[in-house]
C-alpha cells in the first residue's frame, strides 16, 4: 500500500549544480552574516572572542557551498552558548 511520500532520488549532476551554484553561495552567505551579527549582539565586553573578532565565510568545495562562523573560544560557548544562541537567533 502507498504512503503518499515518494522517495526523492536527486540526480547527481544536476544536484551537484545546484548546490555548487553562485545562488546558493551567496544564500550561505547571507545566513553566515545573520549568525555573526547575531552572536556579536550577544556577546558583552567581558567575553572572550578570537583576536580577530568573529568571522563568516563561505566557500564552494567540490561538493556543495557552506558557510562557517567562528570566532568564540571553546569554554566561552560552552557557558554561554553564544553561536549556538546566535544561530536560533538569525532564523532560518
Not at 20 to 28: G, I, L, N, P, Y
Not at 61 to 87: F, H
Request: hydrophobic letters at 45%; aromatic letters at 6%; zero cysteines.
Amino acid at each position: 500500500m502507498a504512503s503518499g511520500f515518494e522517495r526523492f532520488i536527486p540526480v547527481g549532476d544536476g544536484m551537484r549544480e545546484v548546490l555548487r551554484s553562485d545562488e546558493v553561495r551567496a544564500d550561505m552567505e547571507r545566513r553566515a552574516q545573520r549568525v555573526k551579527a547575531a552572536a556579536e549582539s550577544i556577546m558583552g565586553d567581558g567575553d572572550n572572542a578570537w583576536p580577530r573578532g568573529i568571522v563568516a565565510d563561505s566557500t564552494i568545495g567540490a561538493g556543495r557551498a557552506s558557510a562557517t562562523v567562528i570566532g568564540v573560544w571553546y569554554s566561552v560557548e560552552v557557558d554561554r552558548r553564544i553561536l549556538g544562541s546566535a544561530i536560533d537567533a538569525a532564523g532560518g
